[in-house]
């Protein structure tokens, strides 16, 4: 059997997503009182938008970053585990014989290439793990493409 292991980068965008919230919250609070409560429309808006955005990527990070990349994988000879939120939350198990293939998509990031894995059945992704999260990215995608047809 192997288990993923998270690298460094997921615990702290982690942190930063889940502080995310507070931290938008602390500077309206701030600039508020810098302003000493004396608004005006563009001020209101800023804060509008700021509060939007803070949502937004609060959203973002916990339903789609943390939910569906940041999982734990455990890996067997029959089926792949998918433990989404950090190994804490649904667990899903899935035979590989149920799966139909896989895709790798690779992106740059600060001038490194990274990859995505998204395990496919009936032409949708069903799991998704990352290079940028996962020490052991190799061993696991070769684990899980030894299993599996190449899409892409």
Do not use: C
């Not at 602390?26 to 508020?32: D, G």
């Not at 899935?94 to 990859?115: A, C, H, P, V």
């Amino acid at each position: 059997m192997i288990t993923s292991k998270f690298s460094p980068s997921v615990y702290f965008f982690s942190f930063l997503l889940l502080s995310f919230p507070f931290i938008a919250a602390y500077f309206i609070i701030k600039i508020n009182n810098l302003l000493k409560g004396e608004l005006t429309w563009g001020v209101i808006i800023f804060f509008i938008i700021f509060g939007i955005i803070g949502v937004l990527v609060t959203i973002w990070g916990l339903f789609v970053e943390m939910n569906l990349r940041m999982a734990k994988l455990r890996i067997d000879a029959a089926s792949i585990e998918i433990i989404q939120m950090l190994g804490f939350g649904t667990k899903r198990k899935l035979n590989f014989s149920d799966i139909d293939g896989y895709i790798i998509k690779s992106f740059k990031s600060r001038g490194q290439t990274q990859e995505y894995f998204y395990l496919i059945k009936n032409q949708k992704a069903i799991g998704v793990f990352s290079s940028l999260y996962l020490k052991n990215y190799s061993e696991i995608k070769e684990a899980v493409a030894s299993h599996l047809k190449n899409f892409g």
